[in-house]
């Protein structure tokens, strides 16, 4: 069973940084397209950034194109999501989520739906 543990959340003022981390069990990461959602109480999870399994391909949600980065490490079987100039309407439980890529290297999966493994989820909280 692929586990997915997520680190790295906390509270931050308006403009500062964090990076998320994802650790991945599993000997496979490398063939995992993965995602980042979020979600706020009351409100349905929502897309943040994906990345393909090749690495090569990303795609963010418009409000944090330019300010967040996706990537992933396969030697060490993480994924990261850098949170640059946070914005008080970034305070959500950010979840790591997986699955194995049955398309090509560069394939996105872009709906919570498409993905197999979820983590536990890490709050981010910024105050204004």
């Known amino acids: 069973q692929v586990q997915l543990v997520e680190s790295g959340g906390g509270l931050v003022q308006a403009g500062a940084s964090l990076r998320l981390s994802c650790a991945v069990s599993?000997?496979?990461?490398?063939?995992?397209?993965m995602a980042w959602f979020r979600q706020v109480p009351g409100k349905e999870r929502e897309f943040v950034a994906a990345?393909?399994?090749?690495?090569?391909?990303?795609y963010y949600a418009d409000s944090v194109k330019g300010r967040f980065t996706i990537s992933k490490d396969d030697a060490k079987n993480t994924l990261y999501l850098q949170m640059n100039s946070l914005k008080p309407e970034d305070t959500a439980v950010y979840y790591c989520t997986g699955r194995l890529n049955t398309n090509y290297g560069g394939y996105l999966y872009l709906s919570s739906n498409e993905y197999t493994y979820w983590g536990q989820g890490t709050q981010v909280t910024v105050s204004s």
């Open positions: 599993g000997r496979t990461f490398n063939r995992y397209a």
């Open positions: 990345i393909s399994s090749s690495g090569l391909s990303t």
